[in-house]
């Protein structure tokens, strides 16, 4: 991987999700998320690929900042920016109806995709578990694991390492809430 566009991808996203916190009890910066759901891919799964990666730090940009499409696709290219289109959700549809096309959706993503979405649903099970919303109570966050398991379920067969610590985080996020 080129360190400079890492480097560049890393700059971009930082700057776009600068006024940005995370919901989790700690309000960390925005830019926290991106960057784990690349160290997911990367550290524990093994995922060189550059596309895969400059996508996993630039993938909620253009769904929770003024980005576009276009933007990305001239500054790191049509692959980054197709994949970051494969995992944004429309925010003019109701989020109910964006959580069930999460789930309808996956089994269609491209394999690069499928290992973005199940290396953000780890860190996001991850962060339910350990670092909650202060307002989200045992029952909201055993909700958020079970959809989080069948947006799962439609990327499996394509990284059975990804898999498994997915796996893992919900045992532990399962266990945590028992």
């Not at 900042?65 to 109701?94: C, I, N, Q, Y």
């Not at 959809?147 to 919900?170: K, M, N």
């Amino acid at each position: 991987m080129n360190p400079e566009t890492l480097f560049r991808a890393l700059t971009f996203a930082a700057n776009r999700h600068r006024d940005q916190r995370r919901k989790d009890s700690d309000a960390s910066p925005y830019i926290n998320h991106p960057m784990a759901v690349a160290r997911v891919l990367s550290v524990e799964a093994g995922v060189h690929d550059e596309a895969t990666l400059l996508a996993a730090i630039l993938h909620d940009t253009v769904e929770d900042t003024e980005t576009t499409f276009g933007e990305l696709e001239t500054e790191f290219g049509p692959e980054v920016a197709g994949l970051v289109r494969e995992l944004t959700d429309d925010k003019s549809l109701p989020k109910a109806v964006r959580k069930q096309q999460q789930i309808d959706h996956a089994p269609q993503r491209s394999e690069k995709a499928k290992r973005l979405k199940i290396a953000d649903k780890i860190c996001n099970v991850r962060d339910v578990t350990y670092t909650p919303p202060a307002n989200w109570d045992d029952e909201r966050r055993a909700e958020y694991l079970d959809w989080a398991a069948r947006v799962v379920d439609g990327c499996r067969g394509i990284e059975p390492t990804l898999e498994a610590v997915f796996d893992e985080a919900l045992r532990e996020g399962r266990v945590a809430l028992s």
